[in-house]
């Protein structure tokens, strides 16, 4: 089992920033790519960004040039930088871990919202 406890939700002014944190922990080692997931109301889960343990990259085309995702291996957390942040950029955010079995691990998620 793989616990995921994220922090660094908000409210921000459109053109802001927010950084968001998620702490893995029980089987990490189990772990190959992380990454966060958002959902909007009345919409679907989808991607934000992912990054595997070698840090490979891939990010949603909405948040490219503006959103940065980060490793921290020693201290099993992944991050995710948020600039430039919009108004549709508000949603619940997510981070995911995907063992290398292919299992999927969710956090609770953490609420951002960006006024206009």
């Known amino acids: 089992q793989v616990q995921l406890v994220e922090s660094g939700g908000g409210l921000v002014q459109a053109g802001g920033s927010l950084r968001l944190s998620c702490a893995a922990s029980?089987?990490?080692?189990?772990?190959?790519?992380m990454g966060w997931y958002r959902q909007a109301p009345g919409k679907q889960r989808e991607l934000v960004a992912v990054i595997t343990t070698g840090g490979t990259t891939n990010y949603a085309d909405p948040v490219k040039g503006r959103f940065t995702i980060s490793r921290d291996n020693a201290k099993n957390t992944v991050y995710l930088q948020m600039n430039s942040l919009k108004p549709e950029d508000t949603a619940v955010y997510y981070c995911n871990a995907r063992s290398k079995y292919n299992i999927p691990y969710w956090g609770q998620g953490t609420q951002v919202t960006v006024s206009s």
């Open positions: 029980g089987n990490i080692f189990s772990i190959n790519i």
